[in-house]
Nanobody, 120 residues
Framework: QLVESGGGLVQTGGSLRLSCAAS????????LAWFRQARGKEREFVSR????????YYADSLEGRFTISRDNANNTVYLQMNSLKPEDTAFYYC???????????????WGQGNQVTVSS
């Protein structure tokens, strides 16, 4: 089970940190990722991190504003979001896959999602 937290309302230019806590099993070797889905749009890839935490990958559109990290001791993955823009408004989901990927359909485990709203 994956449970996200840390979303909310923030003004343009602000920051938020999302957390995703895993339970029920260890995801230490899994690729963990963040996706987001804005109203009326498809769910899109945001970022992923390898099991070791040494390899990260981001969607080009983020322009270096987001940082993904993980704490395997606590079975948690984070997404630090800085310089937020209104177009970052979406439901953010964490996901886990047992291979390195960013393809949404390959991820086996999903959180319930957490709303992030950036006001202009």
């Amino acid at each position: 089970q994956l449970v996200e937290s840390g979303g909310g309302l923030v003004q343009t230019g602000g920051s938020l940190r999302l957390s995703c806590a895993a339970s029920g099993r260890s995801f230490g070797t899994y690729t963990l990722a963040w996706f987001r889905q804005a109203r009326g749009k498809e769910r899109e890839f945001v970022s992923r991190i390898s099991g070791s935490g040494l390899s990260t990958y981001y969607a080009d559109s983020l322009e270096g504003r987001f940082t993904i990290s993980r704490d395997n001791a606590n079975n948690t993955v984070y997404l630090q979001m800085n310089s937020l823009k209104p177009e970052d408004t979406a439901f953010y989901y964490c996901a886990a896959a047992n291979i390195p990927t960013y393809v949404r359909t390959i991820f086996e485990y999903w959180g319930q999602g957490n709303q992030v709203t950036v006001s202009s």
